[in-house]
């Protein structure tokens, strides 16, 4: 399986909860810029994404919208409406254990390429379970890990900064 791991664009800090903050400019630019690179990179590899898990925080939220944006503007040949999951233990404060538990799980049920869209800290614990603790990705916003994870072990491929 292959997991491409990434922490949302840069938002601001103006809002009403942790929950509503917005991406800046700059946080859709980069994000836009990321979706650019991952369509290619997967179109490059004959890759089709089997699941899009992401935060319901509006930054992902919005992060997702622009990976897409950036994804159809390199011709990626995927529509992906049915493919998204907004799952809450994938937001900040989500359990990097249940959701190794649920890649293994897609694992099991043919799921061989997914993109999860969520925040730090889950995305650095997430990459360190992964790996055994091999892997010590610095996630500034947009980043995005490459992960190959057969049977037991994963293995960071690349990372992806903006």
């Known amino acids: 399986m292959n997991i491409w791991i990434m922490r949302h664009g840069e938002a601001g800090f103006n809002a009403s909860s942790d929950a509503a903050r ?3 400019d700059n946080g859709i630019k ?8 991952l369509g290619e990179h997967l179109a490059n590899q004959q890759i089709q994404l ?21 994804m159809q503007a390199v ?6 409406t049915n493919l ?15 959701v190794e538990s649920y890649l293994h799980f897609l694992r099991e049920e043919g799921a061989k390429n997914i993109l999860l869209i969520s925040h730090l800290p889950l995305v ?25 994870w057969v049977k037991t072990k994963a293995e960071l ?5 903006t």
């Open 22 to 24: 917005c991406l800046t």
């Open 30 to 37: 980069n994000t836009i810029s990321q979706g650019k690179w």
């Open 157 to 161: 491929m690349r990372v992806k900064h």
């Open 84 to 98: 998204i999951e907004s799952w809450d233990e994938v937001t900040p404060d989500g359990n990097p254990h249940t």
């Open 50 to 70: 089997d699941k899009i898990l992401v935060s319901p925080y509006l930054r992902a939220q919005q992060t997702l919208e622009n990976v897409l944006i950036g």
């Open 124 to 148: 650095f614990d997430l990459v360190q379970i992964l790996t055994n603790n091999q892997s010590n990705v610095q996630f500034p916003t947009s980043t995005i890990a490459e992960i190959n």
């Open 75 to 80: 011709n990626f040949p995927q529509h992906f």
